[in-house]
């Protein structure tokens, strides 16, 4: 048991790791995941809550749902495993922020009227467990929505291993098996929607700027060995992100946003 929590933490950690490095906004941008703005527009919409409503980000990253969520006048609470993510989104203008585990949600039971978690639920180690801390703290008849990326087929080996799990493609389920996750976890699954034209637009983006990374640099003088990259890393990452999006466009691949509902009495919504 010990063995396997000391595992479980450092896959943890190396998630951490990659998405609190510059690089990550470098290449994704303020949102860190497909879609950008108008993606976590529509996951906020999908929770269907109003001015006042409580509602949870699980994996909130430097805060963009939070922010937008706070616009609107929702009562939005952030939750990150990274202090330093937080601490980055509590400077971008994003409040009422929790560094902690999502497999391990400090709330109480039934005390949230919804919750969105993009692009995060494929970095759980434990999934079952994380879909039940979520029903948990929802009120009954409230919504979950996710958005993540989906493996619908076996990766080819040079897009396995632990830096897939960081990249949110190793522990990614298929659209049904986040689907029965959420049934088994006791949620309604109301709808999927498949996005994955955003994520072929993201793995597009990140070659475009790892092109132009490299061509500043070099024309700049600058040694990219003090960041501890390499001409020949520049060019694996831009090798590994033609093959994503031949995966992608073959199936192997997606991107999904799934609403779905803890049953019970609840404010009424639309479908």
Known sequence: MIETDTVTNEIKASCCTTWEHPAARLLLGDHLHPGGRA????????????????????????????????????????????????????????????????ERLPFSSTSMDGSTVECVTSLFTDKQRAFGELYRVLKPGGRLAMSDVALEKPLPTLLEGAAARSCCIGGALSVRGYERALSD?????????????????????VRRRLSLFEVTAVASGFDLSGLGVSSEALETGRTVAAMLVEEVRNGVLGYTSITARKPGPGPSRDE
């Open 39 to 102: 993606l976590t527009a529509a996951t906020v919409d999908s929770v269907g809550a109003v001015a006042g409503d409580v509602v949870l980000d699980v994996g909130c990253g430097t805060g963009s749902a939070v922010r937008l969520m706070q616009e609107r006048g929702i009562r939005a609470v952030g939750i990150d495993l990274s202090e330093r993510a937080t601490s980055a989104a509590f400077d971008a203008g994003a409040r009422q922020l929790v560094v902690a585990d999502g």
């Open 185 to 205: 976890a006791g949620f309604e699954v109301l709808r999927a929607v498949d996005h994955s034209d955003a994520l072929i637009a993201t793995i597009e983006q």
